[in-house]
């Protein structure tokens, strides 16, 4: 996959949001890292959370389909706002499920790309190829 100039990355794993900006161009992408978004969970939408409890192992989902939900609007807004103009989504896979459910129209129209992997903990250089070998 090709990483155009200008291209804004979303990495995320249900509990973490990295946001990464191609400042290089398309044959020697250089991905810089961006100030860290404050996701709010939203759980609206996403299921009725339950209370923590052992018989209850489902509870983890829920907050993280809540925060996936949380990073959809803070792509939306950005979008919306100008701030991003293409983007590329990495996300582990159930993360990248539930974001899908909440895009906008528009950040459909902006995105370049998916793939459905957890690279939260990666480098700038791990992503840079993991996105070429898409």
Do not use: W
């Not at 192992?57 to 979008?79: M, R, T, W, Y």
């Not at 539930?98 to 250089?125: C, F, M, N, Q």
């Amino acid at each position: 996959m090709k990483l155009p100039k200008g291209c804004t990355v979303a990495v995320s794993d249900g509990e973490k949001l990295v946001l990464f900006h191609n400042t290089g161009d398309e044959a020697e992408p250089r991905l810089t890292s961006q100030p860290h978004a404050h996701v709010e969970e939203n759980h609206s939408g996403v299921g009725v959370p339950h209370h923590s409890n052992a018989a209850n192992p489902e509870d983890h989902s829920v907050d993280k389909a809540g925060f996936a939900a949380g990073v959809a609007q803070i792509l939306n807004a950005q979008l919306a706002g100008g701030k991003i103009t293409k983007l590329i989504v990495i996300a582990a896979p159930k993360t990248l499920g539930e974001l899908r459910k909440h895009y906008d129209k528009k950040l459909e129209a902006h995105l370049v790309g998916e793939i459905a992997k957890d690279l939260t903990g990666s480098t700038a250089k791990d992503i840079e190829k993991t996105i070429a070998a898409a």
